[in-house]
């Protein structure tokens, strides 16, 4: 299995990024897909689900700000992060399920900095 983020960089507050994960390399569906983040010196946490079906979930801190979707002909889900602060400065990953092993697999991470 192989999971390709892309999109991260630096970006002033106010500004936008698009991050995308592509998946490959397995035989089974997808279900759930989905982004968390890491700041220095914090946990992982959940940044934003999509269900098979489209249903979301958001942490409250990105509510209103970012947008999840996917894209399934291409087994690729997006974050497309608006208004963004330098709070959510953090290396984001992606995580995809599916209904065989590996069950869940994580991306390389990709660094999104907010700095003016």
């Known amino acids: 299995v192989q999971l390709q983020a892309s999109g991260g960089g630096l970006v002033q507050p106010g500004g936008s990024l698009r991050l995308s994960c592509a998946a490959s390399?397995?035989?089974?569906?997808?279900?759930?897909m989905g982004w968390y983040r890491q700041a220095p010196g914090k946990q992982r946490e959940l940044v934003a689900l999509?269900?098979?079906?489209?249903?979301?979930k958001y942490a409250d801190s990105v509510k209103g700000r970012f947008t999840i979707s996917r894209d399934n002909a291409k087994n690729t889900v997006y974050l497309q992060m608006n208004s963004l602060k330098p709070e959510d400065t953090a290396v984001y990953y992606c995580?995809?399920?599916?209904?065989?092993?590996?069950?869940?697999?994580w991306g390389q991470g990709t660094q999104v900095t907010v700095s003016s």
């Open positions: 995580n995809v399920n599916y209904l065989g092993p590996p069950y869940s697999y």
């Open positions: 390399g397995s035989a089974f569906s997808i279900t759930a």
């Open positions: 999509i269900s098979s079906t489209g249903n979301t």
